[in-house]
């Protein structure tokens, strides 16, 4: 072959290929986005090495996950989802939970004194957003927590559904909903704080929204092993669960 003929830019395919990227690839649920900003952060400046996080729902996660994305960790919203994983050969380790969360009534213009579940059955509220709750857990958190409340008869006519938990989050924000269900790790993050007002849902009335991750089986023969276990176990560290703490998680860790 008369490699003076290849083209420049499959030169530089072929240099870039002579070298696979060392960056571990986090697949991150939506709820969980910002708490991985700071995460990121931290062990980026511990370890010295580079994350990038790709987010969406968990259930979207999966699904790119099933058809062969690249990614290395998956930090879900959820245990049903990583469980799938495991047990589908995803994984040589079985996922651990690394915080619970909390779901949230969330509205840009209604006061807080005002904000109790009872009200989404009133002629204030128009229409309600939820995450879509066949591919997000606090969308099946939020289902749960009207029907324990007997009010999604009344309510699910009015219901909206996000991709995720972000837009879900960007309808209430921009009053394209009177309300809408949240979880409280996004209410509290700098980019969305003070936009709005909120209140705790009961937690008794859903089921509780353990987040597990999992370490895949992509990076087990790379060179990005060492670092995507590296960076999976600074998950359950004393460092991660600080951060946990500040965007409302309950880090009980198995």
């Known amino acids: 072959m008369n490699f003076r003929l290849i083209p420049a830019f499959f030169l530089v395919l072929f240099a870039g290929c002579s070298k696979p990227s060392e960056k571990i690839v986090v697949a991150t649920a939506a709820n969980?986005?910002?708490?991985?900003?700071?995460?990121?952060?931290?062990?980026?400046?511990?370890?010295?090495?580079k994350i990038e996080i790709v987010v969406a729902s968990s259930g979207k996660l999966t699904t790119q996950i099933r058809e062969g994305a690249p990614f290395d960790v998956f930090v879900s919203a959820d245990t049903k989802y990583p469980d799938e994983i495991f047990k589908n050969g995803g994984s040589d380790q079985k996922p651990k939970v690394y915080a619970t969360g909390t779901l949230v009534l969330w509205s840009r213009n209604i006061p807080e004194s005002d904000l109790k579940p009872e009200i989404l059955t009133t002629e204030k509220?128009?229409?309600?957003?939820?995450?879509?709750?066949?591919?997000?857990?606090?969308?099946?958190?939020?289902?749960?927590?009207?029907?324990?409340?007997?009010?999604?008869?009344?309510?699910?006519?009015?219901?909206?559904?996000?991709?995720?938990?972000?837009?879900?989050?960007?309808?209430i924000t921009t009053g394209s909903v009177e309300?809408?269900?949240?979880?409280?790790?996004?209410?509290?993050?700098?980019?969305?704080?003070?936009?709005?007002?909120?209140?705790?849902?009961?937690?008794?009335?859903?089921?509780?929204?353990?987040?597990?991750?999992?370490?895949?089986?992509?990076?087990?023969?790379?060179?990005?092993?060492?670092?995507?276990?590296?960076?999976?176990?600074?998950?359950?560290?004393?460092?991660?669960?600080?951060?946990?703490?500040?965007?409302?998680?309950?880090?009980?860790?198995e």
């Open 179 to 253: 309300a809408g269900f949240n979880a409280l790790s996004i209410v509290l993050s700098p980019e969305m704080k003070d936009k709005g007002h909120y209140i705790l849902i009961d937690s008794t009335l859903y089921q509780p929204i353990q987040q597990a991750a999992i370490l895949l089986k992509h990076s087990k023969d790379s060179p990005k092993k060492a670092t995507s276990e590296q960076f999976y176990n600074f998950l359950y560290s004393g460092k991660a669960k600080a951060i946990f703490h500040k965007y409302g998680y309950k880090s009980n860790f």
């Open 125 to 171: 509220v128009k229409k309600i957003a939820i995450p879509n709750p066949q591919t997000a857990p606090y969308g099946q958190a939020a289902i749960q927590a009207l029907k324990s409340l007997n009010l999604y008869i009344q309510t699910e006519k009015k219901l909206v559904y996000g991709e995720s938990i972000a837009q879900t989050a960007q309808y």
């Open 32 to 49: 969980v986005q910002y708490v991985m900003k700071e995460i990121k952060q931290e062990f980026e400046k511990e370890s010295g090495k």
